[in-house]
């Protein structure tokens, strides 16, 4: 059996911890990122440490596991190298596991660059979107122009290399100086490239890899980046990433049949958090907001950036589960919003959104222009109790269990995970 792992809103949702416990039942031989780079930061806490991953996917915590970057992803090299560098410095092993398809896109300092002069430009604006400037944006942006560098180049002839460089330059070099920025060399951004290519060779594999691993029987783990809002396509645009998150994407990225996929876990948190710019229909403001922010250690885990809160959005939800065909999903950081509700009395749940004065319980659309004419309509809900470690049903307290049981019945879908905690373990498997 073949599981994608999704987060449902803008990210964060503790999609590591669940692709963690998910992994853990032992049936999987392989664990592929298929959308995204190192705008991603999964927190993972194993034998009492945490780590924080970007590119790398969570299963390298199991020695078994294959570790695949698929053909959807970006990185940058350097950034790649010093997160396997890291990692190895705490005593894990990537020997023979990593394999990354040669077709997967290169960011390079065009692309950086670019990201951050785009946001510096922005930032008193309306548009700006608030970006990890990891240069993801970019990178599909040239991909899509058909002027990226892809991971085989980084092995082939210098000189072709350099001839894609300098493609690149004249297309990037005139909009950074139009932003205040230097242009680049391409020689730079050649030897930047070089750096790490010697040892990065050994993971390269082609995008036949995970179709061949399936067609052997073998079952794998696709850990999706981000959340459905963040979808390029169907999300919160203009404020997404830029890559489509949902199922869909692992046939894209993989190169594999959609038949393979058989079990989609969407992760939804509790409540919903985001960071950068864009609409939030829930979102709490003031002293509310910064508790709740206190009580869940609110911070992005790529950018340190503040994350903004919000109160539980089934609406936006249910959009989501169903145009994901979600088959189940697992509500994370149960234990961090029953401990808000201990400090506030109760919290509010939005389960329809008004629009010209008429309830709604699905939104058509999720882009920002239609958001502009909703308000969410709440009922108070008291979820005080401690659900901190709880690891079965039957110890949930029964305030918890009502919060879980109207969430599956409202979103009509059965709900096969509940973290409690952020170690291995501190889950109520269903
Ligand atoms: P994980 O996998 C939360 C957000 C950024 C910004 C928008 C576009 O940890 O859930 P980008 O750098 O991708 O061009 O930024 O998307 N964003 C995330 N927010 N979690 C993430 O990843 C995110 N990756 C990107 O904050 O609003
Ligand atoms: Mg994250």
Not at 38 to 46: E, K, L, V
Not at 102 to 117: C, W
Not at 152 to 165: R, T, V
Not at 347 to 368: E, F, Q
Request: contains cysteine; hydrophobic residues 35%.
């Amino acid at each position: 059996m073949n599981t994608g792992v999704f987060g449902c809103l803008w990210g964060d949702e503790a999609k590591a911890k669940i692709v963690d416990e998910e992994l853990a039942r032992g049936c999987y031989h392989a664990n592929v990122r298929f959308q995204g780079g190192p705008n991603a930061g999964h927190t993972i806490y194993s034998k009492g440490k945490k780590y924080v991953l970007h590119s790398v996917p969570t299963g390298i915590f199991y020695e078994h596991l294959d570790l695949i970057i698929a053909g959807g992803c970006v990185f940058h090299p350097t950034v790649l190298m010093n997160e396997i560098r890291d990692l190895e410095s705490k005593g894990i092993s990537f020997d023979g596991r990593l394999h990354i398809f040669s077709n997967v896109t290169i960011i390079t300092k065009y692309e950086l660059a670019s990201d951050g002069a785009m946001e510096d430009f922005l930032s008193s604006s309306s548009f700006k979107i608030g970006t990890t400037r990891r240069g993801i944006g970019p990178a599909y942006a040239h991909r899509a122009a058909r002027i990226a560098i892809l991971f085989e180049d980084l092995f082939g002839d210098d000189a072709a290399l350099l001839e894609k460089l300098k493609r690149l330059s004249v297309d990037v070099n005139p909009r950074l100086v139009a932003y205040g920025v230097d242009p680049i060399d391409p020689l730079d951004a050649l030897s930047d490239l070089k750096e790490h290519s010697d040892f990065l060779r050994q993971y390269m594999v082609y995008n036949t890899y995970i179709g061949e691993l399936l067609e052997s029987g073998k079952s794998i783990l696709f850990e999706g980046a981000q959340g459905a809002g963040l979808d390029i396509i169907n999300g919160t645009y203009s404020f997404a990433t830029s890559f489509p998150l949902s199922p869909g994407a692992i046939q894209i990225s993989c190169n594999i049949p959609m038949k393979y996929i058989h079990k989609i876990i969407g992760v939804a948190k509790a409540y919903p958090t985001r960071v950068g710019e864009g609409p939030f229909p829930t979102q709490i403001f003031g002293e509310s907001e910064d508790s709740l922010r206190r009580t869940g250690n609110e911070y992005g885990a790529t950018t340190g950036r503040n994350r903004r809160c919000g109160w539980p959005d089934r609406v936006m939800l249910s959009y989501v589960i169903r145009s994901f065909g979600i088959t189940e999903l697992a509500v994370s950081c149960l234990d961090t919003i029953s401990k808000f509700s201990q400090e506030v009395g109760s919290i509010k749940i939005c389960d329809a959104y008004s629009i010209n004065g008429v309830n709604i319980d699905y939104p058509k659309s999720i882009t920002d222009s239609y958001l502009k004419n909703i308000q969410p309509v709440y009922r108070e809900f008291d979820l005080s109790c401690d659900c901190f470690r709880i690891n079965n049903i039957n110890d949930l307290p029964f305030k918890a269990q009502n919060f879980i049981s109207q969430t599956q019945d409202r979103l009509r879908v059965p709900i096969t995970m509940i973290s409690t905690g952020p170690n291995r373990g501190d889950i109520i498997m269903l």
